[in-house]
């Protein structure tokens, strides 16, 4: 796993994976082509190829987050999305949690309500996952107590009152602004589909641990592996666009020197100064 590591690689995803061991990834993050509605270099999605690979490569107990929409074609929404979460129960991931990403900030321009999620299905192999829930602090505060039991050493129940929390867990609709300028950097802007850099950061920590391995097979401009990165994760990228490896390892180097990137590769305004 050595030459795999901490790199981002030039290649098809099923290929570099198909060159992996078995279940030793603890966790994967991506975001597939939404149909036709991106330019990505003209590469061909084979997705059933990329699901059994992934399903191979994750260890018992892993997760795949895969966040995905749909096209519309000809006015009906192309479904594509339910069909890929069914193929992947198919080859043996279990549905976790269907979580909505809601993006904020975008324009109404259709004669139906404005599409303003995607899915974010969260896949589990069979084993004990890794969660670290992402808590809020509760709207109010109770003043109720909680019956509970526990188990003695002698194998009798003992009725216990505790006091009600503070702190709750947050539900599974993550809203976002969406934008180049909600990715930290400028150098993601080359890349014509990037998701904020908090809803990577977000799936990170709830489904692993530090120096867990994190892979993004379709890893674009790098948001994942910049994270999982920041976060003390290692991370592997596999992108089929040398354009986009290099800015993704643009991004990478930048967290590794501490200095920002100060333009994107097409001479755009920076943002940094």
Not at 66 to 72: N, R
Not at 79 to 88: E, I, K, V
Not at 126 to 155: C, L, Q
Not at 197 to 202: G, H, T, V
Request: glycine letters at 10%; one cysteine or more.
């Amino acid at each position: 796993m050595d030459k795999f590591l901490n790199e981002i690689i030039c290649g098809d995803c099923i290929e570099v994976m198909k060159d992996m061991p078995d279940k030793c990834i603890s966790m994967a993050l991506t975001s597939p082509p939404y149909g036709t509605l991106r330019d990505y270099k003209g590469y061909t999605f084979d997705f059933e190829g990329i699901a059994n690979q992934l399903f191979r490569v994750i260890k018992k107990g892993g997760v795949l987050v895969w966040v995905v929409g749909d096209q519309v074609i000809d006015g009906s929404e192309s479904g594509t999305s339910f069909r890929q979460a069914l193929y992947f129960k198919e080859v043996g991931f279990n549905l976790h949690d269907t979580m909505i990403y809601q993006r904020r900030t975008l324009p109404h321009k259709h004669s139906r309500y404005e599409q303003e999620f995607e899915y974010m299905f969260v896949l589990t192999k069979s084993g004990r996952i890794t969660f670290n829930p992402i808590m809020r602090r509760k709207i109010w505060k109770e003043n109720r107590t909680t019956k509970v039991y526990g188990r003695e050493s002698d194998g009798e129940y003992k009725k216990g009152i505790v006091p009600q929390t503070e702190d709750t867990i947050i539900g599974n609709i993550w809203a976002y602004n969406v934008g180049g300028g909600h990715c930290g950097d400028s150098a993601s802007h080359d890349h014509p589909a990037i998701f904020p850099e908090q809803l990577a950061k977000d799936h990170i920590i709830s489904w692993s641990n530090p120096n867990d391995i994190v892979l993004d097979p379709m890893c674009g401009s790098g948001t994942t592996c910049k994270m999982a990165k920041l976060l003390g994760r290692r991370y592997i990228g596999i992108d089929i666009s040398e354009d986009y490896c290099e800015i993704a390892r643009e991004r990478l180097e930048a967290v590794e020197t501490g200095v920002p990137v100060k333009e994107t590769r097409k001479g755009q305004i920076p943002l940094f100064k």
